[in-house]
């Protein structure tokens, strides 16, 4: 825990990291709506049922404070351990996004009698994020 200096981060690339993040998550629910959607029991009606209230703009608002919670916590255990380099970088995102998240969701989805196929869709979301996010926080 020396190894932490709260000054000595690179906020930059901790924000960028966010920006990654939401921009591979619209990619990735754009790619998997379908599939995603029909495992979670909603359907397009439900969807435009939601303009116009808080449930169109909420789920953003937390996903960005979620993002920028992890980043910031992967940018903290990458500079605790001395993480230098894509490799590096790659090899921590994975770990805490698989050792974190993937554990949790398997998990809940396991007691939620939830499909495979949606643990793949929300667990390969952030395991691939952050295994990229860890990319750039180790070598920036």
Do not use: C, H
Request: hydrophobic share 55%; aromatic share 12%.
């Amino acid at each position: 825990m020396d190894n932490l200096d709260l000054g000595s981060l690179n906020y930059l690339a901790i924000i960028v990291g966010v920006v990654i993040n939401q921009l591979l998550g619209a990619a990735w629910y754009r790619t998997w709506a379908k599939p995603w959607m029909a495992d979670v029991g909603l359907t397009m009606e439900d969807m435009e049922a939601m303009k116009g209230t808080p449930m169109q703009w909420l789920p953003y608002v937390v996903a960005i404070i979620s993002a920028l919670i992890f980043t910031f916590v992967l940018a903290l255990l990458i500079q605790g351990m001395g993480a230098n380099g894509a490799a590096e970088g790659l090899l921590l995102g994975l770990l805490v996004s698989i050792g974190a998240i993937a554990t949790s969701y398997a998990t809940t989805y396991s007691f939620e009698s939830r499909s495979l196929r949606l643990f793949l869709i929300n667990s390969g979301y952030p395991i691939i994020t952050y295994a990229i996010i860890g990319i750039l926080l180790a070598a920036w």
